[in-house]
């Protein structure tokens, strides 16, 4: 079964530093790895998705994630955080062969102080 | 991104009565949709694939009788608790995604709704 850990309940950092929010993954074969935001009584927001091609993936709102498939980690990165990007992140898992519901992990919350 | 549609946002009812929440995709069509369910402070955990045209599946644990699912459209899926009680209260969030694409597309959410059982 597939599964994703995120080890950290809550990350802090300082506004302007840069941010790194784990996550490790395990699926059989290769996986479909994603990252969403969710901010209070909220649905979630896509951030950005691993598929395939270049380890270094893209997203929304300045934020980018590098896969590592030795490593079987997916960590969420930003290179200057900002006060707004204050919420819960979730990583998430879908077997590239399996069906398309999504297999969350635990969620990080991340505060931004000023 | 895709837009998926959810309501209500919030809804309070008395132990014992049945609540409905909808799930519409506002721009696409989404031949399957995802009920999940979040309490406090925890993750998302899958409750049931809901199918257009066809029975939902459910996952391990969830209750088919007391969380009913019907799709009967491309555009909507409805989840209803039955006969709710406290501990039915919870975030119920949908979500769908545009075609199938091979499994590569990301889940568009809806804004997820509220529920509080008295």
């Known amino acids: 079964a597939q599964s994703v850990a995120q080890p950290e309940d809550q990350v802090n950092v300082a506004e302007g530093n840069p941010l790194t929010v784990k996550c490790t993954y395990s699926?059989?074969?290769?996986?479909?790895l994603f990252w969403y935001v969710q901010y209070p009584n909220r649905g979630l927001q896509f951030l950005l998705k691993?598929?395939?091609?270049?380890?270094l993936v893209k997203g929304s709102y300045g934020f980018e994630a590098e896969f590592n498939k030795s490593q079987t980690s997916f960590h969420l990165k930003k290179p200057s955080a900002l006060v707004s990007d204050s919420a819960l992140y979730f990583c998430?898992?879908?077997?590239?062969?399996?069906?398309?519901?999504?297999?969350f992990g635990s969620g990080t919350r991340l505060q931004v102080q000023p | 991104g895709a837009v998926v549609s959810q309501h209500p946002s919030w809804v309070i009812c008395k132990s014992g009565t049945s609540v409905k929440i909808e799930c519409r995709s506002l721009?696409?069509?989404?031949?399957?949709m995802f009920w999940y369910r979040q309490f406090p402070k925890q993750s998302l955990m899958l409750m049931a694939t809901?199918?257009?045209?066809?029975?939902?599946?459910?996952e391990q644990g969830v209750e088919k009788d007391k969380f009913l699912i019907n799709h009967a459209s491309l555009t909507l899926s409805t989840l209803t608790v039955t006969s709710a009680h406290p501990e039915d209260s919870s975030f119920y969030i949908c979500?769908?995604?545009?075609?199938?694409?091979?499994?590569?597309?990301?889940?568009?959410f809806g804004e997820g709704s509220r529920l509080t059982v008295l």
């Open positions: 691993y598929i395939t091609g270049d380890n």
């Open positions: 979500s769908a995604s545009p075609g199938i694409q091979g499994g590569t597309g990301e889940l568009f």
């Open positions: 809901s199918n257009e045209g066809s029975k939902a599946t459910y």
């Open positions: 721009d696409f069509q989404a031949t399957t």
């Open positions: 699926v059989s074969g290769n996986p479909y």
């Open positions: 998430a898992v879908r077997d590239k062969a399996g069906r398309r519901a999504l297999t």
